[in-house]
């Protein structure tokens, strides 16, 4: 490993990256406000409430996350701005857009000022690091639930409003971006042999996609049976996946209690997909992971079946749920495929080194960038870093040293 590496460079289309984003964010939070409207505009006040209250929640914690970060960041990177604005903030809600406008404002300075000094690209780096950890919280913690729910109503009222369809599609095209964007920023951990190629972003994507899309639509006919029974099931798995990730051991946040907070939302994010939490062999945990949401959406399902068969006006529904079950085995096949080609780890072993890849195992020989200065180096996504990919000893070593250093 070198004994130096620069973060990846942050060029004119990281910037136009970065700028849709955060247009994808503030539009997808106009949606979820027009389509609570819309429903208590059309008499369904409960509807509306509901919509707002995951919005509310989803957003509280993705806040809380940011002012956390914030307060323990290193001081030459923490915003220029006084302790009680960046409060403020935080508390109508708008620290994540605060931050995203931060971050357009260093990207441009990198990209058109002229400042291309390497503490201004780690600096660029270390921001969208936390934006796009912070994007995923806010949208597995509101935007799966929100499609959950609009496909209920839709199913229930078996009609699709405007406001409906377009909010399912920012939904979608949020949870899309957060999953490419999370992985494209674990990727910049690595050496830049392992740069993300256009087949690895499909794939990763196309397998979330097919497992999280079966798992939604069994948890929404379930609440067409039984509509307060979500609010049973759901505490209820939240609480194991709770209980398997703090078994587990994390190390994310700084301190134990904002870890309590990680771990209770890792277990939103648990109930819909995967995500890997620990460092060492991923195999078993995947198995067992992937088992007991396969076993519980297939009793959601057949608990559907029996106890509401479908009307003439729901006879699409048979064909549809029996497709979801292929889906989320060919979610399970693209998984596989993508750890077994697609993974940085599969270039270790093409290059000539005893190894196996993450899903089969774990390696011990995938190289990181190697950072001099471990306070410009966003610990926390490197720490996931090393969850997802495998890292060689001396890399281990490195980032210990540099965690302490911190």
């Given at each position: 490993?070198?004994?130096?590496?620069?973060?990846?460079?942050?060029?004119?289309?990281q910037?136009?990256?970065?700028?849709?984003?955060?247009v994808?964010?503030?539009?997808?939070?106009?949606?979820?406000?027009?389509?609570?409207?819309?429903y208590?505009?059309?008499?369904h006040?409960?509807?509306?409430?509901?919509?707002l209250s995951?919005?509310?929640?989803a957003?509280?914690?993705?806040?809380?996350?940011?002012?956390?970060?914030?307060?323990?960041?290193p001081?030459?990177l923490?915003?220029?701005?006084?302790?009680?604005?960046?409060?403020?903030?935080?508390l109508l809600?708008?620290?994540?857009?605060?931050?995203?406008?931060r971050?357009?404002?260093?990207g441009?300075?990198?990209?058109?000022?002229?400042?291309?000094?390497?503490?201004?690209?780690?600096?660029?780096a270390?921001?969208?690091?936390?934006?796009?950890?912070?994007?995923?919280?806010?949208?597995?913690?509101?935007?799966?639930?929100?499609?959950?729910?609009?496909?209920?109503?839709i199913?229930?009222?078996?009609k699709?409003?405007?406001?409906?369809?377009?909010?399912?599609?920012?939904?979608?095209?949020?949870?899309?971006?957060?999953?490419?964007?999370?992985h494209?920023?674990?990727?910049?951990?690595?050496?830049?042999?392992?740069?993300?190629?256009?087949?690895?972003?499909?794939?990763?994507f196309?397998?979330?996609?097919?497992?999280?899309?079966?798992?939604?639509?069994?948890?929404a006919?379930?609440?067409?049976?039984?509509?307060?029974g979500?609010?049973?099931?759901?505490?209820l798995?939240?609480?194991?996946m709770?209980?398997?990730?703090?078994?587990?051991?994390?190390?994310?946040?700084?301190?134990?209690?904002?870890e309590?907070?990680?771990?209770?939302?890792?277990?939103?994010?648990l109930?819909?997909?995967?995500?890997?939490?620990?460092?060492?062999?991923?195999?078993?945990?995947?198995?067992?992971?992937?088992?007991?949401?396969?076993?519980?959406s297939?009793?959601?399902?057949?608990a559907?079946?029996?106890?509401?068969?479908?009307?003439?006006?729901?006879?699409?529904?048979?064909?549809?749920v029996?497709a979801?079950?292929?889906?989320?085995l060919?979610?399970?096949?693209?998984?596989?495929?993508?750890?077994k080609?697609?993974?940085p780890?599969?270039?270790?072993?093409?290059?000539?080194?005893?190894?196996e890849?993450?899903?089969?195992g774990?390696?011990?020989e995938?190289?990181?960038?190697?950072?001099?200065?471990p306070?410009?180096?966003?610990?926390?996504?490197?720490?996931?870093?090393?969850?997802?990919?495998?890292l060689?000893?001396?890399?281990?070593?490195?980032?210990?040293?540099?965690?302490?250093?911190?």
């Open positions: 490993m070198s004994p130096r590496a620069a973060p990846p460079r942050f060029g004119p289309l910037l136009v990256l970065a700028a849709a984003g955060t994808a964010a503030t539009l997808d939070l106009c949606m979820d406000g027009w389509v609570a409207a819309e208590a505009r059309r008499g006040p409960g509807w509306a409430a509901l919509s995951l919005l509310a929640a957003s509280g914690a993705a806040q809380a996350c940011s002012w956390l970060w914030l307060r323990s960041d001081p030459a923490r915003p220029a701005v006084p302790v009680a604005l960046l409060a403020a903030l935080h809600q708008l620290g994540f857009f605060f931050r995203c406008l971050a357009l404002k260093v441009w300075r990198v990209c058109w000022a002229k400042a291309e000094e390497e503490d201004e690209q780690r600096h660029m270390f921001l969208s690091h936390d934006i796009s950890m912070l994007r995923l919280f806010e949208t597995f913690l509101e935007n799966t639930p929100q499609l959950t729910l609009l496909l209920y109503i199913l229930r009222t078996n699709a409003e405007l406001s409906q369809g377009l909010g399912m599609g920012t939904a979608f095209l949020c949870v899309s971006w957060s999953l490419l964007d999370y494209q920023s674990l990727r910049s951990f690595l050496q830049d042999k392992y740069e993300l190629s256009l087949g690895s972003s499909i794939t990763y196309l397998w979330n996609l097919f497992l999280i899309c079966p798992r939604i639509l069994v948890v006919l379930f609440a067409l049976l039984w509509p307060y979500v609010a049973v099931h759901f505490p798995v939240w609480l194991a709770f209980l398997w990730v703090s078994l587990q051991g994390t190390d994310f946040m700084e301190s134990a209690g904002p309590q907070l990680y771990r209770a939302m890792v277990a939103v994010i109930y819909f997909s995967w995500f890997n939490v620990a460092q060492g062999r991923t195999l078993h945990r995947s198995i067992i992971y992937h088992g007991f949401i396969l076993v519980d297939t009793l959601l399902a057949l559907w079946l029996w106890g509401q068969a479908p009307s003439e006006e729901h006879s699409y529904l048979l064909p549809v029996s979801a079950l292929p889906c989320y060919l979610g399970l096949g693209l998984k596989v495929t993508y750890y080609w697609l993974h780890n599969v270039q270790v072993q093409q290059e000539g080194r005893q190894d890849v993450d899903a089969s774990g390696s011990d995938v190289e990181f960038r190697s950072f001099l200065e306070d410009l180096v966003n610990r926390r996504m490197q720490w996931l870093a090393q969850t997802h990919f495998a060689s000893r001396p890399a281990r070593q490195h980032f210990l040293n540099g965690a302490a250093a911190a």
